[in-house]
């Protein structure tokens, strides 16, 4: 099970067919269908009702839709989180420095640091000694 199969099954229950997810997702129709079934075979199960004409999901291919969408809920949000991260607008700085600097070098920069980069957490240790 690959994230690109849950992505085409999430397209083909929101779109309501097969064609109209393929263009969603910017493959062939015979793409997405090819997709679904591999999902199918490795899960053991339909996911669709075939015997309508309308897409219909089985008990089984509801659960994997509610899996699919929380899988790619965290997808998201782990690459705006790493993305954060990697631009330097989140995440954590520690200062470190000898107990002269802390007192008088440190504190009007740091204070301009946590007021201008509000998404930054820091804590700022003095050296001992």
């Known amino acids: 099970m690959d994230i690109l199969q849950l992505e085409h099954l999430i397209a083909v229950c929101e779109e309501g067919t097969f064609t109209r997810a393929a263009e969603r997702v910017f493959r062939t129709q015979s793409a997405v269908s090819q997709s679904i079934r591999k999902l199918e075979d490795e899960i053991g199960a339909p996911l669709f009702a075939r015997d309508m004409r309308d897409v219909t999901l089985t008990e089984l291919g509801k659960l994997t839709l509610e899996y699919a969408r929380k899988i790619a809920r965290l997808r998201d949000e782990a690459m705006r989180q ?28 740091v204070r301009h640091y946590v007021t201008t980069s509000p998404d930054i957490s820091s804590s700022y240790l003095p050296e001992p000694g």
Do not use: D, M
Not at 88 to 96: E, F, H, Q
């Open 82 to 109: 790493l993305s954060a991260l990697k631009n330097l607008s989140a995440g954590t700085v520690s200062i470190a420095a000898h107990e002269v600097a802390a007192v008088y070098l440190l504190p009007a920069s």
